[in-house]
């Protein structure tokens, strides 16, 4: 069974950085993406960075492009989204999501994706 855990959510201020990680378990990932989402109180879970674990190809968000980087690991099978030049409004719970290549559906939502982590809080002060 999959499991993804994340970890590295935490209170900085705008500007600052976080680097959050996704530890991925119970398969082997090579033909998986891996994505990241975010949802901030009252609002839906919104699409941030995607990443082809074996090709290593990525598309992000327009709101964080040139602001975060997904990478990944794969001799420690994790995931990683660095976030930099925060700014208060990427307050949210942040979500590792996982898909293998026979999942349907877009790349982009959230019904696109199978596993899910259980977040990790970021938040981000003026």
């Known amino acids: 069974q999959v499991q993804l855990v994340e970890s590295g959510g935490g209170l900085v201020q705008a500007g600052g950085s976080l680097r959050l990680s996704c530890a991925a378990s119970g398969r082997t990932f090579s033909s998986y993406v891996m994505g990241w989402f975010r949802q901030a109180p009252g609002k839906e879970r919104e699409f941030v960075a995607f990443i082809n674990w074996s090709s290593g190809s990525t598309y992000y968000a327009d709101l964080v492009k040139g602001r975060f980087t997904i990478s990944r690991d794969n001799a420690k099978n994790t995931v990683f989204l660095q976030l930099n030049s925060l700014k208060p409004e990427d307050t949210a719970v942040y979500y590792c999501?996982?898909?293998?290549?026979?999942?349907?559906?877009?790349?982009?939502?959230?019904?696109?994706?199978?596993?899910w982590g259980q977040g990790t809080q970021v938040t981000v002060s003026s």
């Open positions: 999501a996982a898909r293998d290549r026979y999942y349907s559906g877009s790349l982009y939502y959230s019904g696109g994706y199978a596993y």
